[in-house]
């Protein structure tokens, strides 16, 4: 069964940065495109970054670009999510989530979701 269990989620200020980390199990974590999306109150789930098995293909939402970097660890099967310049808009659940097979940006994709971590941005 393919866990994964993210954290580093928190209260920040404007401006200022955050990591979130997620700890895959059950899978061989090399084959897996893991990404992060975020649900902020209200509204939908939507993608914020992917990374695709190789490393080598990397997507990001345009309102995170420039600010948040999604970064893995194979070796100890983890995919991180640098968040930098965060604003109150950044505000949100955020979850990590993997699936077996290429870089994919729709939630419907996805068969393998972390618990979220929280997230919170105040101005």
Request: net charge positive; charged share 15%.
């Amino acid at each position: 069964q393919v866990q994964l269990v993210e954290s580093g989620g928190g209260l920040v200020q404007a401006g200022g940065s955050l990591r979130l980390s997620c700890t895959v199990s059950g899978r061989t974590f090399s084959n897996l495109t893991p990404a992060w999306f975020r649900q902020a109150p209200g509204k939908g789930r939507e993608i914020v970054a992917a990374q695709r098995s190789s490393g080598h293909r990397t997507y990001y939402a345009d309102s995170v670009k420039g600010r948040f970097t999604i970064s893995r660890d194979n070796a100890n099967n983890t995919v991180y999510l640098q968040m930098n310049s965060l604003q109150p808009q950044d505000t949100a659940i955020y979850y990590c989530a993997a699936r077996d097979g290429g870089l994919q940006i729709r939630t419907s994709q996805y068969n393998y979701w972390g618990q979220g971590t929280q997230v919170t941005v105040s101005s």
